[in-house]
């Protein structure tokens, strides 16, 4: 592997790991109740070309969004941790420019999931249900440099 491909590699997983030290290092200090459910329930979402990431630490969050995606390949890193369940439930889906499922996960406790694909279709859509969910997701897909 030429040190091309390395940097690549690393830059496409620095990001993954990055979001998921962040997502379990974050701590809530607020003393107000409106405040903190303000602070909790705010997503952060980074949409950039071959690369998506969600992450929120949610109290009793209700929602469903959309988010457009821009992908070049159906070649993917997915990482999803959810930390801190105490209830409600979530989806995550990732629909491909083909109308077909990319990826699909519900969540009903903690966990976490790492999956490397390729061939379901290149990712255009999330789509994120939320029914009164309380807990932390960080949700990140990203390409997979081929190693030529």
Known sequence: MNSNNRISYFCSYASILFTVIMFVGCK?????????????????????TNAFTYAIDANAYTTNKIYDLSFSTDSLACTLTVGGYLSGNASIN????????????SIFSNKTIVILQ???????QCTLICNNFTGKISFVLSRIQSGK
């Open 118 to 124: 390729s061939g379901k279709g290149i990712p255009k």
């Open 28 to 48: 809530e200090y607020s003393t107000s109740s409106t405040q903190s459910t303000i602070i909790n329930n705010t997503p952060v979402v980074v949409t950039v």
């Open 94 to 105: 990732i629909g491909s420019t083909t109308n077909t499922v990319v990826y699909s996960d």
